[in-house]
């Protein structure tokens, strides 16, 4: 039985079609099980398709939405059953062995869940982000602790000396006016507490931002390791997805931004708060009418100031936009770069950046008309603010209310506080900020590997590199991009997989790799399934040699080393010679001690390749993946590889994906692919006499080569000018 | 093409030009012999492939002090002779911070002057050569080396931190 969502003119509305023992039948029509009846399946688009043909034509066509074309398959396959069971007359075979619902892997052993199936379950992020952070916190909860009563001890230290102003007003100064003598040693006695309180609120105050700017840094750290460590651990459909600036910017500024809100920002907003309090406590206790006068407007300036601000954050905002915006132009031309020089088109893109940055001014302008505006506006406030102290306070004096010394104190006061609410106000886009950050930072720490290690990795047995391949599907978003792939490659076997781009050749090596997860079927090595055993166990048995070898920063012996960082000199060397790499590695100035920039740019296409097939070679693979290794070089470094590559498939099981099908020569059997599924399997020789799609292939190509073209050998020049530009400089 | 050679006795010889000569086991002589280290910095004396003058490797030499006399003292002296990576002992000053700078240091080959061209030019090497290790390319591509910076004097050292 099968359940379609969709009509035949595409609308959403879901019918059954349900196939008997005898019949298939969808609504008010059947169809007898006839050996002519065949059920064919499509999919565009999202958009799957089964049709019902007989000997004559079509019978009916059903639609449905991707996600429920597994189901789709399984009942393809079960009327293929049914129908071929018919036609021979015996019975149909009970469905085989527990097997998930969904994609029907057979489950683990002793496992309910399929491992496959169970991880599409995810829940989206919360907007409480900030307060997820405390998972990094915790292990710091004493320090913070310290942190904040340091703080409290800090900010009710510097709140002293506005109070000891006032016995220095009225006791001292104000009867000296009147003809009485100054008290010395009350003075004294004042002036030692204002300044043994400002000594004290400096100690606490350092003591405070040191503790709390040790534990936030150590937070933003662990914050980098932890997602850094999350990122290396997701599977390649999450890179492939994702463009490097933006994961770059989220490890590196986003944390860095949180770091600085916590340690800064936060800090600053809790003391700033705590003082604001404790200074209305105090300013009650001497005076409650005056109080009440010096804070009630307070909440009104900090309601227009933020007003303000809100104005300018959208500003703001658009400024960042802006700003990628630029930045956009140089990151599509520098990479570029030779296809501009190319072309010619210099100016253009001169003009392009231009009109960016013009864009850029003129948001700028617009916003700084505002912001100009901004600061001279909170000083006004402040000032206005005060205005009102002195002119109730004044009033108070003249009937006696309170002294001159109150007065004083309440001024020294609020110009504390009235001074810190344009940064209150900045909290708002701050906090908004952060919490943003945190979010695209939990964005990456909730995101489930879709190539999960299993709950209980079973251990790999040894293996003798067989791989069995069946049934396997695959779909990239909504495209299926292989359709059931059926392949044993058996132990030792060079396989080529020859195909047009896109017939999924690249995908099946990365299935191999476990790259990714099949969407259906399974892939088994020595019997075990690759989903149930752990990804790192299973990829030492790897080798894989891709088509742009990367070398990472540092010397050549630790990039070939880079799979085994153990290795010893010797093993080393002898790697680097079985690839053919030993001799031109010798004529670098430090021989293996020489250092290869992120892309070694000072090694040719062909050295590097040699190097990094000497690395596949270290680590002693049972199973060798070479993927298109041989195509960014020259017929004669080509030949230079080739037979590097030949020490390096003995006795190994190879998968080989070459353009050149004359690389290929050397496999056992090559599978040819085309459009997701497998049309020929056969060596060279039985695939030319049946001339089908390889010898079509080959012959297109042997055409080609006839007909040399001049263009390999000028892109080779300028590729040398390009990777020794100090040459043309000196 | 490149199989790793067998050892087998060989000699070498200097010509009339002061070129070492290979003479291998079977009497072909190889003129313009050159003695290459393959772990030039982090195993100096393990691992010497001498070349021919094509860039082919002819022997291979596992440990420079196994191999006998004259021959070991031959390859050394032609290795002396070709090998220039100053270490630097001492940096006396510096022309500013900023880059390019050009720094006058006192090297085991006497004093002289490098221009540092960039920060990037500076290269730890604490995977090949220890925690303190560092190579300096100064801008005509000679390479000097710090093997220990905490060993340098204060001075030294305070001029170094202002460029990592």
Not at chain 1, 38 to 46: P, V
Not at chain 2, 23 to 41: K, M, Q, S, Y
Not at chain 2, 81 to 97: G, M, Q, W
């Amino acid at each position: 039985m099968l359940e379609i969502d969709l009509d035949s003119s595409l609308a959403f509305r879901s019918s059954l079609i349900v196939l008997t023992a005898r019949d298939i039948r969808c609504g008010d029509c059947s169809w007898p099980l006839t050996p002519e009846l065949s059920l064919t399946h499509h999919d565009h688009a999202g958009v799957g398709m089964l049709e019902l043909d007989d000997a004559t034509g079509r019978l009916a066509c059903w639609r449905y939405t991707m996600g429920r074309n597994p189901v789709a398959l399984r009942f393809e396959r079960e009327f293929t059953r049914q129908r071929d069971h018919m036609a021979s007359g015996q019975p149909a075979l009970p469905a085989v062995v527990a097997s998930c619902p969904i994609c029907q892997l057979p489950l683990p052993p002793d496992e309910e869940e399929c491992p496959n199936c169970a991880r599409e379950l995810h829940t989206p992020p919360s907007t409480w982000t900030l307060l997820r952070l405390w998972r990094f916190a915790k292990p710091y909860q004493g320090q913070l602790l310290a942190g904040f009563l340091l703080t409290l001890a800090a900010t009710a230290a510097t709140l002293v000396p506005p109070y000891l102003i006032m016995p220095l007003m009225d006791e001292v100064l104000i009867p000296y006016q009147n003809g009485k003598p100054i008290d010395t040693g009350k003075v004294a006695m004042l002036l030692s507490g204002l300044l043994g309180a400002a000594c004290f609120a400096w100690a606490l105050g350092w003591a405070r931002t040191y503790i709390l700017a040790l534990v936030s840094e150590r937070i933003g750290a662990d914050l980098r390791t932890t997602t850094y460590e999350h990122l290396l651990k997701l599977s390649l459909e999450y890179f492939g997805a994702k463009r490097t600036g933006d994961l770059l910017a989220r490890i590196g500024t986003e944390t860095d931004r949180i770091n600085v809100f916590l340690s800064l920002h936060l800090l600053d907003f809790a003391t700033d708060v705590l003082m604001i309090i404790m200074t209305a406590v105090i300013l009650f206790s001497i005076n409650p009418w005056l109080a009440m006068v010096t804070l009630v407007p307070l909440p009104i300036i900090a309601w227009m100031i933020h007003i303000v601000r809100d104005k300018l954050r959208t500003g703001f905002e658009q400024i960042d936009r802006v700003w990628s915006e630029v930045t956009s132009v140089l990151a599509d031309t520098i990479p570029g770069i030779r296809v501009v020089k190319a072309f010619a088109q210099e100016a253009r893109e001169a003009q392009r950046f231009r009109d960016a940055n013009k864009h850029n001014l003129e948001v700028n302008d617009r916003l700084n008309r505002v912001w100009s505006l901004f600061a001279p506006t909170v000083g006004l406030l402040t000032e206005i603010g005060v205005l009102v102290v002195w002119i109730f306070g004044i009033w108070l004096i003249a009937h006696d209310s309170i002294t001159v010394g109150v007065l004083t104190a309440f001024l020294a006061y609020i110009s504390r506080f009235y001074n810190r609410l344009d940064a209150m106000s900045r909290i708002v886009s701050v906090t908004q900020k952060a919490a943003a950050g945190a979010k695209r930072i939990f964005d990456i720490l909730d995101h489930v590997s879709s190539v999960p290690d299993p709950a209980k990795p079973i251990s790999l047995p040894p293996l003798k590199g067989g791989i069995q391949i069946d049934n396997v599907h695959f779909r990239y978003g909504n495209r299926a991009i292989l359709r059931g792939i059926d392949l044993d490659i058996r132990p030792g076997e060079m396989i080529g997989l020859v195909g047009h781009s896109g017939s999924g050749k690249s995908t099946l090596v990365n299935l191999i790799c476990r790259f990714y997860d099949v969407s259906e079927g399974g892939i088994r090595v020595e019997g075990v399934d690759l989903r149930s055993v752990a990804v790192a166990d299973y990829r030492k048995h790897i080798g894989l040699v891709l088509q742009e070898p990367f070398l990472f920063f540092g010397t050549i012996a630790e990039n070939i080393a880079y799979g085994k960082p153990d290795a010893t000199r010797a093993e080393i060397v002898a790697a680097a010679r079985a690839a053919h790499a030993h001799e031109f590695i010798l004529r670098q100035p430090f021989g293996y001690d020489s250092l290869v920039g992120e892309r070694g740019q000072s090694l040719s296409g062909g050295e590097r390749q040699r190097i990094s097939i000497a690395r596949a070679l270290l680590i002693d693979p049972k199973i060798l993946i070479l993927d298109e290794a041989t195509s960014a070089v020259d017929t004669e470094t080509e030949f230079e590889i080739q037979s590097a590559l030949n020490n390096l498939i003995r006795g190994r099981t190879t998968i080989a994906i070459a353009h050149r099908l004359s690389t290929l020569r050397r496999a056992d059997r090559l599978i040819v692919m085309d459009r997701g599924r497998i049309v020929e399997i056969g060596n060279h020789d039985t695939l030319m006499a049946t001339e089908g799609h390889y010898w079509r292939l080959y012959m297109a190509q042997s055409k080609q080569l006839d007909e040399p073209s001049p263009l390999g050998a000028e892109e080779d020049i300028e590729e040398e000018i390009i990777n020794h530009p100090a040459g043309t400089k000196a | 093409m490149s199989r790793r050679p067998i050892f087998r006795p060989f000699s070498l010889e200097r010509n009339a030009f002061g070129r070492l000569v290979l003479v291998a086991p079977d009497g072909t002589r190889h003129e313009n012999i050159i003695p290459v280290r393959a772990f030039a910095l982090s195993a100096p004396e393990t691992g010497i492939a001498l070349m021919s003058a094509e860039s082919k490797e002819l022997q291979w030499i596992e440990r420079l002090a196994d191999l006998p006399e004259p021959a070991q003292g031959m390859i050394a002296e032609e290795l002396a002779k070709r090998e220039f990576t100053p270490v630097i002992r001492r940096i006396i000053a510096v022309s500013s911070f900023a880059t390019p700078s050009t720094w006058t240091v006192d090297t085991d080959r006497g004093q002289t002057t490098l221009i540092l061209k960039s920060e990037e030019d500076i290269r730890r090497l604490q995977e090949t050569m220890g925690p303190g290790a560092l190579m300096i390319a100064d801008s005509q591509g000679i390479h000097f080396l710090i093997r220990d910076r905490t060993a340098l004097d204060l001075l030294s050292q305070r001029i170094l931190k202002r460029f990592l």
